[in-house]
């Protein structure tokens, strides 16, 4: 593996800030170590898989991941989180599930309702598509554990939407890391791209949050 990414000219080292951390850290938890991440992700929604997957495909170009198993390892970790917010649902029910999970750091009631509400409108197809859509995908098992989906319906949809989106990320990065030299030179706005995003959805959390207390009566 090493020589693969000497071959290729990969190395995490000169990439820097969180882009790097978050990379030398997948290159040193492999392939599993993207499935846990993955599953931390689909039940812990601000850990962005936008970053992880598509450095877990980068690390698979420079030779220090296998390509096949990340693409495994993520959509396993991604339908077993998927499976415990759908069991939540259905043992506590879909009200009882947002009130304790909306107390969770950068999480907010409105982003479960979101969810639920797709969930009503679009039913199981809802699982699949909801799959694709930051924000959605993440919460949308918990209206389908509650309202009782067969199982069976649940996981079909869960995998393929799940299986799609990894295949995309992962893909996405295997591509970029045909362009190593690009990806080190540009490695710091990327991390200002990542920081960004953090404020934003911080700052977009606290407003949320102080509103819905001013008008609490």
């Known amino acids: 593996m090493l020589g693969m990414a000497a071959d290729t000219g990969g190395s995490t080292d000169n990439l820097t800030g969180l882009v790097g951390l978050a990379a030398r850290t997948i290159e040193q938890l492999g392939e599993w170590g ?57 043992k506590l029910g879909l009200e009882r599930s947002i009130r304790g999970l909306s107390r969770l750091p950068l999480v907010d009631r409105e982003d479960f309702e979101r969810a639920a509400g797709w969930f009503r409108r679009h039913g199981r197809s809802s699982i699949f598509f909801g799959r694709l859509l930051p924000g959605v995908r993440s919460l949308i098992s918990l209206p389908a554990g509650a ?7 649940f996981s079909l949809y869960t995998v393929a939407g799940s299986g799609l989106w990894n295949a995309a990320l992962i893909g996405l990065g295997y591509l970029l890391g045909t362009q190593y030299q690009l990806i080190e030179k540009y490695s710091k706005f990327l991390n200002y791209a990542v920081y960004a995003a953090l404020a934003v959805l911080v700052a977009a959390v606290v407003v949320r949050r102080l509103k819905r207390e001013k008008f609490r009566p």
């Open 34 to 90: 993207v499935g846990a991440f993955t599953l931390a992700e689909t039940v812990v929604p601000p850990i962005p898989s936008e970053v992880i997957l598509p450095l877990a495909g980068y690390l698979a170009k420079q030779g220090s991941l296998n390509l096949v198993l990340i693409f495994i390892t993520s959509t396993l970790g991604a339908y077993l989180g998927a499976l415990f917010l759908y069991w939540l649902g259905a």
């Open 147 to 153: 309202s009782g989906m067969p199982l069976t319906t």
